[in-house]
């Protein structure tokens, strides 16, 4: 389970240009909007690998899907000690920094 937080927060840490929190210092607050964009790009490979493989899902269920993973991988990523902040508030570690 650890390995594989570790790869998700590193994609979701590789996803955009906005400025991230020192790990170093102890900071482990993630942005809400980084975590649905990371979510949104792994379900689509997944949905994806599903289709190859000769999977055919209607879109209701797709849509639903997608709901589920993202809040699955909020929940393991608070499961290992990350905080998610919500849109529109900033995260404490760029304000002590």
């Known amino acids: ?8 927060v590193s994609a979701i840490l590789g996803l955009s ?10 900071c482990r607050q993630l942005l809400e909007s980084d975590v649905k964009i990371a979510s949104m790009r792994l379900y689509a490979d997944i949905v994806a690998d599903a289709a190859r493989q000769g999977w055919n899902y209607a879109p209701e269920l797709i849509v639903s899907g997608s ?3 993202f809040d699955e991988l909020k929940l393991r990523l608070i499961d290992v000690g990350y905080e ?10 760029d304000i002590a920094g």
């Open 17 to 26: 240009n906005a400025p991230r929190p020192s790990f170093a210092s102890g």
């Open 84 to 93: 998610i902040v919500p849109v529109g508030r900033r995260l404490q570690c």
């Open 1 to 8: 389970m650890r390995a594989v937080s570790i790869v998700l």
């Open 67 to 69: 709901k589920r993973h």
